[in-house]
């Protein structure tokens, strides 16, 4: 299997299977001397550690991460990054491939089963080998020593949906994300969620999401034209999410039902004699160049596919069968996908930082008077 790998000059692989002995990744490329500590990452992991609430699955892995190269300890404290190749391991401690024995041979309707199985005339069965979201931890792992290449920049996601039932956005406060368990930016709708995910995890069944990525503080100029644009690399990154269906931009889709009037982003002078955007319909990014406003993206993230209801599907033989996928899985994949979302956002920021850098240096060119 090729493919493991993403970004250019910042570039990660991942290695792993979800019930092998472990999982992680090679971060290569990152700048040497970016300083960083072991709980930083960790702290990032955690925020994905399956088994953290009921609606998430209950898999207990701790995700304790190791580092097995390409840093020294700092003589202040905490690790410094050299330049080479970091690499960094998860094992995995809660395996339970028996739950898997009953679907070795059948295709699970809306995975990848089938077409892992087209592919490579083998699959791994156990929780989906490499397509399996216990994948993504690695990349959350990779975001954190990224989000050290972007001093100044945050990079903040939220779930925005669940099923049909969205978040009144007149409500939103950044500062409830961390205090509920669907990283939700509007209180009064955590306990309809709550009450919503209930219903669908006593039916064994599941549902899908949309989570919504802020990015601010990028400066302006990130990206190229055509082939290196930044909107399309992070929708290439959000993509390559386990279970992501779709990603947009800004207005995204939305676009379509504005006028042009509605739509453009009009410009003032503002601050240190440089111009303002009145509106961010662009998610802060036009023909591929960050604009420096907030770059903004949403991504769905359809249902678990692994559910209790029996669903028609055929085996290997092509025998036409009844399927109950067995297991502990996430009734609703899209919360833990906020953290693995705001990871891809950091590696490809920080790629693109050290892409512009070595294009045009460090500074924007201002067309105007300094």
Same mark, same amino acid.
């Given at each position: 299997?090729? =493919?493991?790998? =993403?970004?250019?000059?910042?570039?990660?692989?991942?290695?792993?299977?979800?019930? %092998?002995?472990?999982?992680?990744?090679?971060?290569?490329?990152?700048?040497?001397?970016?300083?960083?500590?072991?709980?930083?990452?960790?702290?990032?992991?955690?925020?994905?550690? *399956?088994?953290?609430s009921r609606f998430t699955t209950q898999r207990r892995e701790p995700d304790a991460v190791r580092i097995l190269s390409g840093t020294l300890e700092h003589p202040e404290g905490g690790l410094v990054s050299t330049g080479? *190749?970091?690499?960094?391991?998860?094992? #995995?401690?809660?395996?339970?491939?028996?739950?898997?024995?009953?679907?070795?041979?059948?295709?699970?309707?809306?995975?990848?089963?089938?077409?892992?199985?087209?592919?490579?005339?083998?699959?791994?069965?156990?929780?989906? !080998?490499? $397509?399996?979201?216990?994948?993504?931890?690695?990349?959350?792992?990779?975001?954190?020593?990224?989000?050290?290449?972007?001093?100044?920049? $945050?990079?903040?996601?939220?779930?925005?949906? &669940?099923?049909?039932?969205?978040?009144?956005?007149?409500?939103?406060?950044?500062?409830?994300?961390? #205090?509920?368990?669907? =990283?939700? *930016?509007?209180?009064?709708? /955590?306990?309809?969620?709550?009450?919503?995910?209930?219903?669908?995890?006593?039916?064994?069944?599941?549902?899908?999401?949309?989570?919504?990525?802020?990015?601010?503080?990028?400066?302006?100029?990130?990206?190229?034209?055509?082939?290196?644009?930044?909107?399309?690399?992070?929708?290439?990154?959000?993509?390559?999410?386990?279970?992501?269906?779709?990603?947009?931009?800004?207005?995204?889709?939305?676009?379509?039902?504005?006028?042009?009037?509605?739509?453009?982003?009009?410009?003032?002078?503002?601050?240190?004699?440089?111009?303002?955007?009145?509106? #961010?319909?662009? %998610?802060?990014?036009?023909? !591929?160049?960050?604009? %420096?406003?907030?770059? /903004?993206?949403?991504?769905?993230?359809?249902?678990? $596919? $692994? &559910?209790?209801?029996?669903?028609?599907?055929?085996?290997? =033989?092509?025998?036409?069968?009844?399927? &109950?996928?067995?297991?502990?899985?996430?009734?609703?994949?899209?919360?833990?996908?906020? *953290?693995? %979302?705001?990871?891809?956002?950091?590696?490809?920021?920080?790629?693109?930082?050290?892409?512009?850098?070595?294009?045009?240096?460090?500074?924007?060119?201002w067309p105007f008077p300094r």
């Amino acid at each position: 299997m090729s =493919f493991n790998s =993403f970004g250019h000059l910042f570039r990660v692989t991942t290695f792993g299977e979800s019930h %092998g002995p472990a999982i992680g990744c090679v971060v290569d490329g990152c700048p040497p001397g970016l300083r960083f500590t072991l709980e930083e990452i960790q702290e990032a992991l955690d925020r994905r550690r *399956p088994g953290t609430s009921r609606f998430t699955t209950q898999r207990r892995e701790p995700d304790a991460v190791r580092i097995l190269s390409g840093t020294l300890e700092h003589p202040e404290g905490g690790l410094v990054s050299t330049g080479t *190749p970091i690499a960094l391991l998860i094992e #995995n401690v809660d395996q339970r491939s028996k739950d898997y024995n009953d679907i070795a041979g059948s295709y699970r309707p809306g995975h990848a089963d089938f077409t892992y199985d087209i592919k490579y005339g083998i699959r791994d069965h156990r929780g989906g !080998g490499r $397509s399996s979201a216990r994948e993504t931890a690695t990349r959350v792992a990779a975001g954190a020593i990224a989000a050290k290449v972007l001093p100044g920049v $945050s990079v903040r996601g939220a779930l925005v949906r &669940i099923g049909e039932i969205e978040i009144d956005r007149s409500r939103w406060d950044w500062n409830e994300v961390p #205090n509920n368990p669907f =990283f939700c *930016p509007d209180p009064e709708t /955590v306990p309809v969620w709550t009450d919503y995910l209930d219903g669908i995890r006593k039916r064994g069944s599941s549902v899908g999401a949309v989570i919504e990525l802020v990015a601010e503080g990028v400066p302006p100029g990130l990206g190229a034209p055509l082939y290196g644009k930044l909107d399309g690399d992070l929708a290439s990154a959000l993509m390559g999410i386990n279970a992501v269906k779709g990603v947009e931009i800004g207005e995204g889709f939305n676009a379509a039902r504005l006028t042009g009037e509605e739509n453009a982003d009009e410009m003032r002078m503002g601050n240190e004699g440089r111009p303002a955007f009145l509106a #961010n319909h662009a %998610g802060g990014i036009l023909g !591929g160049i960050s604009t %420096g406003a907030p770059v /903004v993206a949403r991504f769905a993230v359809k249902p678990t $596919s $692994s &559910i209790l209801t029996p669903r028609q599907t055929v085996d290997k =033989f092509g025998t036409e069968t009844d399927l &109950i996928t067995k297991g502990r899985h996430d009734p609703c994949v899209g919360i833990r996908a906020v *953290p693995v %979302g705001e990871a891809m956002m950091w590696c490809v920021l920080a790629d693109h930082l050290l892409r512009h850098r070595g294009q045009v240096g460090e500074n924007p060119h201002w067309p105007f008077p300094r």
